[in-house]
């Protein structure tokens, strides 16, 4: 019994990151400062309660849903194109 609720735990964890990571910016900087008073409420201190709430509104990062322009390459003159860029190494 205590072996499934860890594995369920788990599972829950990964399922609450997967939404969050693939949210669209938008909701996420909505819903961080909600989720930061909701922290202050149960004893956090002020101070953390904010580094959280910029913490969660930050980008996710490059593959998450947020129009960053960076999957499609831009032209010198900030275009679109269709191609994706070739990174320099």
Known sequence: MLQQ???F???AAALVYAVWHWMPRAWRQALAPRLASGSRRIGVAP???ERLAQT???PSGCGACESC???A???AAGQK???PQKQKQ
Request: hydrophobic share 50%; net charge neutral.
């Open 5 to 7: 609720t860890i594995v």
């Open 9 to 11: 735990a788990i599972v």
């Open 47 to 49: 101070e953390r309660a």
């Open 56 to 58: 969660l509104a930050a």
């Open 69 to 71: 322009g960076t999957c």
């Open 73 to 75: 390459g831009k032209t």
């Open 81 to 83: 194109t269709d191609a």
